[in-house]
Protein backbone atom coordinates (compact mmCIF):
# COMPACT_ATOMS: atom_id res chain seq x y z
CA UNK A 1 0.00 0.00 0.00
CA UNK A 2 2.86 2.55 -0.30
CA UNK A 3 4.39 4.97 -2.92
CA UNK A 4 7.36 3.37 -3.13
CA UNK A 5 9.99 0.58 -1.67
CA UNK A 6 13.47 0.64 -1.60
CA UNK A 7 16.06 -2.15 -0.95
CA UNK A 8 18.93 -2.18 1.66
CA UNK A 9 21.92 -3.95 2.13
CA UNK A 10 20.42 -5.30 6.08
CA UNK A 11 17.95 -4.63 8.18
CA UNK A 12 20.13 -2.49 9.98
CA UNK A 13 21.05 -0.01 6.78
CA UNK A 14 17.39 0.34 6.38
CA UNK A 15 17.09 1.89 10.07
CA UNK A 16 20.66 3.92 9.98
CA UNK A 17 19.04 5.23 6.35
CA UNK A 18 15.42 6.22 8.02
CA UNK A 19 17.07 7.77 10.99
CA UNK A 20 19.03 9.86 8.98
CA UNK A 21 15.40 11.84 8.08
CA UNK A 22 15.96 13.88 11.60
CA UNK A 23 19.12 16.00 11.98
CA UNK A 24 21.13 16.40 15.11
CA UNK A 25 18.68 18.19 18.24
CA UNK A 26 15.83 15.92 17.32
CA UNK A 27 14.16 13.78 19.66
CA UNK A 28 12.42 10.27 19.05
CA UNK A 29 10.57 8.20 21.06
CA UNK A 30 10.78 4.58 20.47
CA UNK A 31 9.57 1.55 22.07
CA UNK A 32 11.64 0.37 25.15
CA UNK A 33 11.75 -3.84 23.71
CA UNK A 34 12.71 -2.86 20.40
CA UNK A 35 15.50 -4.91 18.49
CA UNK A 36 18.82 -4.98 20.40
CA UNK A 37 20.61 -3.63 17.59
CA UNK A 38 17.96 -0.71 16.75
CA UNK A 39 18.62 0.19 20.54
CA UNK A 40 22.26 -0.08 20.03
CA UNK A 41 21.82 2.08 16.62
CA UNK A 42 20.10 4.42 18.79
CA UNK A 43 21.71 4.83 21.82
CA UNK A 44 25.79 3.96 21.13
CA UNK A 45 25.28 5.56 17.62
CA UNK A 46 22.82 8.28 16.61
CA UNK A 47 23.20 9.83 19.96
CA UNK A 48 26.61 10.70 19.33
CA UNK A 49 25.67 12.41 16.52
CA UNK A 50 22.70 14.48 18.17
CA UNK A 51 19.78 12.78 18.45
CA UNK A 52 17.69 12.36 21.69
CA UNK A 53 15.99 9.50 22.48
CA UNK A 54 13.55 8.50 25.11
CA UNK A 55 12.43 4.39 25.30
CA UNK A 56 9.05 3.81 26.54
CA UNK A 57 6.71 1.14 26.52
CA UNK A 58 4.37 2.11 23.84
CA UNK A 59 1.19 1.13 25.40
CA UNK A 60 0.15 3.81 27.19
CA UNK A 61 -1.08 7.09 25.35
CA UNK A 62 -0.63 9.72 28.42
CA UNK A 63 3.08 8.40 28.70
CA UNK A 64 3.86 8.80 25.32
CA UNK A 65 1.87 12.56 25.31
CA UNK A 66 3.88 13.39 28.87
CA UNK A 67 7.49 12.13 26.32
CA UNK A 68 6.58 14.63 23.87
CA UNK A 69 9.05 18.08 23.60
CA UNK A 70 9.14 20.57 21.81
CA UNK A 71 11.99 19.13 19.43
CA UNK A 72 10.17 15.30 19.17
CA UNK A 73 9.95 14.43 15.30
CA UNK A 74 9.73 11.10 15.46
CA UNK A 75 7.57 7.55 17.33
CA UNK A 76 9.31 4.42 16.49
CA UNK A 77 7.31 1.87 16.53
CA UNK A 78 7.56 -2.34 16.77
CA UNK A 79 4.53 -4.43 16.56
CA UNK A 80 4.99 -7.53 17.74
CA UNK A 81 7.75 -5.62 19.52
CA UNK A 82 11.67 -8.01 20.11
CA UNK A 83 11.33 -9.77 22.45
CA UNK A 84 8.38 -8.98 24.68
CA UNK A 85 5.91 -9.47 21.45
CA UNK A 86 4.11 -6.55 22.87
CA UNK A 87 1.28 -5.02 20.68
CA UNK A 88 1.29 -1.24 19.93
CA UNK A 89 -2.30 0.17 19.13
CA UNK A 90 -1.52 1.78 16.07
CA UNK A 91 -4.94 3.93 15.58
CA UNK A 92 -4.12 5.14 19.20
CA UNK A 93 0.11 6.02 18.17
CA UNK A 94 -1.09 7.61 15.04
CA UNK A 95 -3.38 9.67 16.52
CA UNK A 96 -0.84 10.80 19.18
CA UNK A 97 1.38 11.59 16.34
CA UNK A 98 -1.19 13.41 14.23
CA UNK A 99 -1.89 16.02 17.05
CA UNK A 100 1.77 16.51 17.59
CA UNK A 101 3.08 16.81 13.90
CA UNK A 102 5.37 13.62 14.47
CA UNK A 103 6.40 11.18 11.72
CA UNK A 104 5.22 7.73 12.58
CA UNK A 105 8.07 4.99 11.52
CA UNK A 106 7.35 1.12 12.26
CA UNK A 107 9.62 -1.68 12.32
CA UNK A 108 6.79 -4.31 10.54
CA UNK A 109 9.52 -7.22 10.60
CA UNK A 110 7.30 -9.49 13.09
CA UNK A 111 4.07 -8.61 11.55
CA UNK A 112 5.01 -8.67 7.52
CA UNK A 113 3.24 -7.03 5.69
CA UNK A 114 1.04 -10.24 5.35
CA UNK A 115 -0.33 -9.78 8.93
CA UNK A 116 -0.23 -6.26 8.93
CA UNK A 117 -0.41 -3.16 6.91
CA UNK A 118 0.80 -0.32 8.51
CA UNK A 119 -0.43 2.45 6.07
CA UNK A 120 -4.43 1.41 6.58
CA UNK A 121 -3.49 3.03 10.17
CA UNK A 122 -1.56 6.15 8.52
CA UNK A 123 1.89 5.09 9.22
CA UNK A 124 4.84 7.54 7.80
CA UNK A 125 7.17 4.66 6.32
CA UNK A 126 7.88 1.35 7.21
CA UNK A 127 10.96 -0.71 7.88
CA UNK A 128 11.74 -4.11 7.70
CA UNK A 129 14.29 -6.89 7.34
CA UNK A 130 14.10 -8.61 4.95
CA UNK A 131 16.59 -10.91 6.07
CA UNK A 132 13.93 -12.28 8.32
CA UNK A 133 10.47 -13.27 7.32
CA UNK A 134 10.10 -11.90 3.53
CA UNK A 135 12.99 -13.62 2.35
CA UNK A 136 12.40 -16.45 4.65
CA UNK A 137 15.07 -18.96 3.82
CA UNK A 138 18.02 -17.87 6.20
CA UNK A 139 20.45 -17.13 3.45
CA UNK A 140 20.23 -13.84 3.03
CA UNK A 141 21.05 -10.23 4.92
CA UNK A 142 18.50 -7.66 3.69
CA UNK A 143 16.19 -4.50 4.52
CA UNK A 144 13.83 -2.47 3.20
CA UNK A 145 12.02 0.70 3.51
CA UNK A 146 8.38 1.62 2.18
CA UNK A 147 7.34 5.17 1.90
CA UNK A 148 3.91 7.02 2.17
CA UNK A 149 4.33 9.77 0.13
CA UNK A 150 6.37 11.22 -2.70
CA UNK A 151 8.51 13.98 -0.55
CA UNK A 152 9.59 10.81 1.49
CA UNK A 153 10.16 8.17 -1.39
CA UNK A 154 12.24 11.22 -3.05
CA UNK A 155 14.40 11.96 0.39
CA UNK A 156 15.06 8.11 1.11
CA UNK A 157 16.22 7.41 -2.65
CA UNK A 158 18.83 10.43 -1.83
CA UNK A 159 20.09 9.20 1.28
CA UNK A 160 20.18 5.50 0.04
CA UNK A 161 21.97 6.77 -3.15
CA UNK A 162 24.46 9.37 -0.57
CA UNK A 163 24.73 6.63 2.17
CA UNK A 164 25.77 3.81 -0.35
CA UNK A 165 23.23 1.22 2.27
CA UNK A 166 22.03 -0.05 -1.20
CA UNK A 167 20.95 -4.13 -1.19
CA UNK A 168 23.06 -6.04 -4.08
CA UNK A 169 20.62 -7.16 -7.17
CA UNK A 170 21.69 -10.98 -6.04
CA UNK A 171 20.31 -10.64 -2.45
CA UNK A 172 17.22 -8.99 -3.75
CA UNK A 173 16.67 -11.66 -6.59
CA UNK A 174 16.89 -13.61 -3.14
CA UNK A 175 14.42 -12.14 -1.36
CA UNK A 176 11.91 -11.24 -4.34
CA UNK A 177 11.51 -15.48 -4.68
CA UNK A 178 11.16 -15.45 -0.72
CA UNK A 179 8.10 -13.20 -1.00
CA UNK A 180 6.66 -15.39 -3.41
CA UNK A 181 5.60 -17.95 -0.83
CA UNK A 182 5.00 -15.33 1.99
CA UNK A 183 1.48 -15.88 2.65
CA UNK A 184 1.53 -19.60 2.84
CA UNK A 185 4.69 -19.58 4.97
CA UNK A 186 3.22 -17.01 7.14
CA UNK A 187 -0.17 -18.99 7.85
CA UNK A 188 2.04 -21.89 8.69
CA UNK A 189 4.59 -19.84 11.28
CA UNK A 190 1.74 -18.64 12.93
CA UNK A 191 -0.14 -22.96 13.12
CA UNK A 192 3.10 -23.97 14.65
CA UNK A 193 3.77 -20.80 16.98
CA UNK A 194 0.02 -21.85 18.30
CA UNK A 195 0.97 -25.51 18.87
CA UNK A 196 3.86 -24.43 20.76
CA UNK A 197 2.58 -21.39 22.56
CA UNK A 198 -0.32 -23.43 23.61
CA UNK A 199 1.77 -26.18 24.56
CA UNK A 200 4.13 -24.29 26.65
CA UNK A 201 1.10 -22.46 28.68
CA UNK A 202 0.40 -25.70 30.39
CA UNK A 203 4.52 -26.51 31.34
CA UNK A 204 5.65 -26.51 34.54
CA UNK A 205 9.40 -25.73 33.79
CA UNK A 206 7.35 -22.52 31.98
CA UNK A 207 6.25 -19.14 34.00
CA UNK A 208 5.34 -17.47 31.18
CA UNK A 209 4.28 -17.36 27.86
CA UNK A 210 4.79 -14.46 25.25
CA UNK A 211 2.31 -14.97 22.25
CA UNK A 212 0.27 -12.45 21.07
CA UNK A 213 -2.58 -15.17 19.83
CA UNK A 214 -3.21 -16.17 23.58
CA UNK A 215 -6.37 -14.22 25.13
CA UNK A 216 -4.29 -13.89 28.44
CA UNK A 217 -1.82 -11.43 26.14
CA UNK A 218 -2.21 -7.80 27.20
CA UNK A 219 -1.94 -6.78 23.63
CA UNK A 220 -4.38 -9.63 22.43
CA UNK A 221 -7.62 -7.79 21.94
CA UNK A 222 -5.21 -5.16 19.83
CA UNK A 223 -3.43 -7.41 18.25
CA UNK A 224 -6.81 -9.08 16.79
CA UNK A 225 -7.94 -5.81 15.46
CA UNK A 226 -5.64 -4.86 13.83
CA UNK A 227 -3.33 -7.97 12.24
CA UNK A 228 -4.35 -10.34 9.92
CA UNK A 229 -2.71 -12.92 11.98
CA UNK A 230 -0.25 -13.22 15.13
CA UNK A 231 2.93 -14.29 13.40
CA UNK A 232 5.36 -16.97 14.42
CA UNK A 233 7.58 -15.38 17.24
CA UNK A 234 7.25 -17.29 21.10
CA UNK A 235 8.77 -15.87 23.87
CA UNK A 236 8.90 -18.24 27.24
CA UNK A 237 10.07 -17.32 30.66
CA UNK A 238 11.35 -20.04 32.30
CA UNK A 239 11.32 -21.00 36.47
CA UNK A 240 14.35 -21.51 37.67
CA UNK A 241 17.40 -19.88 37.24
CA UNK A 242 19.46 -18.69 34.40
CA UNK A 243 21.26 -22.83 34.87
CA UNK A 244 17.44 -23.76 33.31
CA UNK A 245 17.91 -21.57 30.37
CA UNK A 246 21.46 -23.12 29.49
CA UNK A 247 20.78 -26.31 30.22
CA UNK A 248 17.24 -26.10 27.94
CA UNK A 249 19.17 -24.18 25.31
CA UNK A 250 22.09 -26.70 25.18
CA UNK A 251 19.43 -29.69 25.03
CA UNK A 252 17.10 -28.70 21.89
CA UNK A 253 18.32 -30.55 18.46
CA UNK A 254 15.46 -29.61 16.10
CA UNK A 255 15.34 -25.69 16.90
CA UNK A 256 18.81 -24.11 16.24
CA UNK A 257 20.55 -21.77 19.00
CA UNK A 258 20.79 -18.70 16.65
CA UNK A 259 19.89 -15.18 16.94
CA UNK A 260 18.27 -14.24 13.59
CA UNK A 261 14.22 -15.95 13.00
CA UNK A 262 11.60 -15.76 10.79
CA UNK A 263 12.73 -18.46 8.49
CA UNK A 264 11.64 -21.83 7.30
CA UNK A 265 13.58 -23.58 10.14
CA UNK A 266 13.16 -23.47 13.59
CA UNK A 267 15.20 -21.09 16.37
CA UNK A 268 15.83 -20.42 19.88
CA UNK A 269 17.74 -17.69 21.30
CA UNK A 270 18.65 -16.04 24.79
CA UNK A 271 17.74 -12.13 24.42
CA UNK A 272 19.80 -11.28 27.64
CA UNK A 273 23.12 -12.41 26.16
CA UNK A 274 22.41 -12.54 22.39
CA UNK A 275 20.39 -10.28 20.60
CA UNK A 276 19.56 -7.92 23.48
CA UNK A 277 23.31 -8.21 25.21
CA UNK A 278 24.04 -4.45 23.82
CA UNK A 279 20.60 -3.19 25.90
CA UNK A 280 21.89 -2.57 29.27
CA UNK A 281 20.76 -4.88 32.44
CA UNK A 282 18.92 -2.10 34.02
CA UNK A 283 17.49 -1.23 30.72
CA UNK A 284 16.61 -4.43 29.95
CA UNK A 285 15.76 -5.33 33.76
CA UNK A 286 13.50 -1.96 33.30
CA UNK A 287 11.84 -3.05 29.99
CA UNK A 288 10.66 -6.48 31.34
CA UNK A 289 13.40 -8.57 29.35
CA UNK A 290 14.61 -11.47 31.90
CA UNK A 291 17.46 -13.10 32.37
CA UNK A 292 14.89 -16.19 32.28
CA UNK A 293 13.45 -15.57 29.16
CA UNK A 294 13.75 -17.69 25.50
CA UNK A 295 12.82 -15.99 22.34
CA UNK A 296 11.63 -19.08 19.62
CA UNK A 297 11.31 -18.42 16.08
CA UNK A 298 8.63 -20.90 15.33
CA UNK A 299 9.88 -22.48 11.70
CA UNK A 300 8.05 -24.74 9.35
CA UNK A 301 8.80 -27.89 10.88
CA UNK A 302 6.15 -30.63 11.95
CA UNK A 303 4.82 -29.04 14.72
CA UNK A 304 4.98 -32.56 16.68
CA UNK A 305 8.55 -32.56 16.40
CA UNK A 306 8.99 -28.97 17.52
CA UNK A 307 6.94 -29.66 20.91
CA UNK A 308 8.96 -32.98 21.25
CA UNK A 309 12.00 -31.05 21.31
CA UNK A 310 10.49 -28.87 23.54
CA UNK A 311 9.55 -31.40 26.22
CA UNK A 312 12.50 -33.45 26.29
CA UNK A 313 14.74 -29.67 26.20
CA UNK A 314 12.44 -28.77 29.22
CA UNK A 315 12.57 -32.33 30.86
CA UNK A 316 13.67 -32.30 34.64
CA UNK A 317 16.79 -35.20 34.90
N1 LIG B 1 14.34 -5.24 13.20
C1 LIG B 1 14.01 -6.32 13.91
C2 LIG B 1 12.67 -6.40 14.59
C3 LIG B 1 14.94 -7.36 14.05
O1 LIG B 1 14.62 -8.43 14.80
C4 LIG B 1 16.20 -7.25 13.41
C5 LIG B 1 17.21 -8.31 13.54
O2 LIG B 1 17.10 -9.22 14.33
C6 LIG B 1 16.49 -6.10 12.68
C7 LIG B 1 15.52 -5.11 12.57
C8 LIG B 1 17.82 -5.92 12.00
O3 LIG B 1 17.86 -6.63 10.83
P1 LIG B 1 19.20 -7.19 10.14
O4 LIG B 1 19.67 -8.34 10.96
O5 LIG B 1 18.72 -7.59 8.77
O6 LIG B 1 20.17 -6.07 10.09
Request: with cysteine.
Amino acid sequence: GGKAGFAFATGMAAEATAIHLLKAGDHIISGDDVYGGTYRLFQDVMCDFGLEFTFLRMDNCQKIEEAIKPNTRMLWLETPSNPLLNIVDLEMAVDIAKKNNLMTVIDNTFSTPYFLRPFEYGIDLIVHSTTKYLNGHCDVVGGAIVTSTDELSERVQFLLNAMGTCASPFDCWLVLRGIETLPVRMRQHETNAFAVANYLKQHPAVKRVYYPGLESHPGYEVAKRQMKGFGGMVSIELNGGSEAVHTCLRRIKVFAMAESLGGVASLAEHPATMSHASMPKEHREKAGISDQLIRLSVGLENSDDLIEDLRQALEPR
